[in-house]
Every structure is written in C-alpha cells, then in structure tokens.
C-alpha cells in the first residue's frame, strides 16, 4: 500500500483513482469542484484534500489529470500546488495530455525539491478507465518509473517507459496522429457501403479479418452506423490534442497535412452541436449529404 494523492476527478480520472483505492492504496483526492470530490469519498472512502498542496503533503505517489497546460500549472506550480509540498523521494505522475515543454518544466522542478516526475498521458478513453485497461506512455527517469509502475498498474493494461522527460507526451501525440486520419478512413468506408447499399455488418465481418483490421473497426463501426457518438473522447479534447501536435511539429519540422485537414473536419463537427460527441462522430458530417435515389 502506498499514500497516494489524486489531483483532478474528470471523465478519466474519476474512475482511475477509483481504482487505486479498490485496490488498497490510502487515497487523498482534490478536484476544483469540491463537491465532485465528496461524490468521490462517499463512493470510494478515502481523505480530501483542501488544496493540491494538501492532498500531496504526505503522498509517496502523487497523480494528475486535469484538463491543459494552464490548469496542470496551476495544479502544480501555482500558490497552493503541490509543488509547494512534495516530499522529497515522492513521484509526481501527470496523466493530462500536455505539451512536452511543460513535462520538462516540471521534471526540473521536482528536481529540486529531490522527487521526481513522470509525464504519463494515456489511451484507452473513458471505457478504459473505467475498466482499468489503459495504456500508459511514459517519459522520466528509470529510478521513478520503478517507483511509479505497480501503482499506476492499477487501471493500466499496459504501462512502458520512452525515455527521458517529454518522451510520453510526444508519443501521445504520434498516437493521435494515427488515430486521427484512421478513423476519417472508417467514416468514409461506412459511409461509401452505406451509399452503395451493402450489407455492412457483411462487410465489417470480411474485412475486419484483414488489413482494413483495426482498434477502432471492431469496437466502433456498429455505434458509428448507429449514429452514437457518446464513448468519451469527445471532439473538443481531440481538437486540444490536436493544437498541441501542430506546436510540436513547427518545433520539429514534422509535416502533418492529414491531422490538419481531419482536424478541419471535427471543426465542422463542433458546428454541427456535436463539441460533446466522441471522435467518431466524423461520420456526421459525411451522412448530412442526402443520398441519390
């Protein structure tokens, strides 16, 4: 069993940190919304923490997840963040899909207050969370990995360390960039046999046994066909996600012609009501067009 403390109970972290205290670990949790951190207490046991400092005062391991750059530095850096009591030898683990720059930021703050940090962004989305499946991509030292891993195993299926501070950000941003141009593909495959009038659970049957496969084939055409877009992951995250990737890539040179032109595509979701819709609501726009008899 470990102190741990947990900053942040949105969509993903509500039920991560759910996780850790079902599984034994002694919880202290802060949200913004005071009132979503007793929910939390009256669910899961566990303490509450007044500010971020507090909840981090004693931690051995302390989590975030919140919603950006600005709000993980305010988490953390700010008067009452828990940069302000991190206990030497303790690990700050930050699971918010950030900037590499603020990941080595905070790196080299705990430095010096002899702890050390950990960017840990994650995939899964609200059904893995809940579920304690998600894949953890990690950047830091060896040492607070070690640290780190049997906690964060707790809701993970999958937890690997990059390399250096940054590493885990970056690689949340190549996964981003595979997802967004596949599931445009899917939206347009569902909607083409749709249009030709095939029978698609047919199809999907086929050429998921092939190399059209994929994560995103097998668990989202039949909601897509459905037009249900309420699996988490919702459209307003994406595009976040999305302006981080074009920073880095004007950082680094990276061209990125696709992400850019699907990252179009959601806006147009977005003006369609659908801010809230999960990603695969892509779809959406493609079935506005009414059909040729």
């Not at 683990?93 to 590499?100: E, G, M, Q």
């Not at 930021?105 to 499946?133: M, R, T």
């Not at 640290?147 to 195993?153: G, L, S, T």
């Not at 347009?188 to 190399?211: P, Q």
Request: charged content about 20%.
């Amino acid at each position: 069993m470990n102190k741990v403390a947990w900053i942040g109970l949105g969509v993903m972290g509500y039920p991560m940190a759910g996780h850790l205290k079902t599984s034994g670990h002694d919880v202290t949790v802060f949200n913004r919304n005071r009132a979503k951190s007793e929910k939390w207490i009256s669910e899961y046991g566990g303490s509450l923490g007044a500010t971020p400092a507090e909840a981090a005062a004693e931690a051995d391991v302390v989590f975030t997840c919140v919603g950006n750059d600005y709000d993980l530095r305010a988490v953390t850096l700010g008067p009452d963040g828990l940069y302000q009591a991190l206990k030497s030898g303790a690990v700050h683990v930050d699971h918010t899909t950030v900037s590499a720059e603020i990941a080595r930021e905070l790196y080299e703050a705990a430095s010096h207050h002899s702890a050390g940090a950990l960017d840990a962004p994650v995939s899964g989305g609200q059904a893995g969370a809940e579920n304690g499946k998600l894949t953890v991509m990690v950047g830091g030292d060896e040492t607070d990995f070690a640290k780190a891993k049997p906690v964060i195993e707790c809701f993970a299926k999958a937890v690997n360390l990059i390399g250096p501070a940054g590493s885990g950000q970056l690689t949340k941003m190549v996964n981003q960039i595979c997802i967004a141009g596949l599931i445009e593909g899917l939206a347009e495959a569902l909607n083409f046999g749709m249009r030709a009038g095939l029978d698609m659970e047919k199809v999907i049957a086929t050429i998921s046994k092939g190399a059209a496969q994929s994560w995103q084939l097998e668990n989202r055409w039949q909601t897509m066909l459905a037009g249900e877009f309420d699996h988490g992951f919702a459209v307003d995250w994406v595009r976040k996600d999305f302006a981080i990737c074009f920073d880095e890539a004007r950082r680094n040179g990276a061209s990125l012609p696709v992400t850019a032109l699907v990252d179009q595509f959601y806006a147009e979701v977005q003006e369609m009501g659908g801010r809230r819709w999960d990603t695969s609501s892509l779809i959406a726009r493609l079935n506005r067009e009414p059909q040729k008899s």
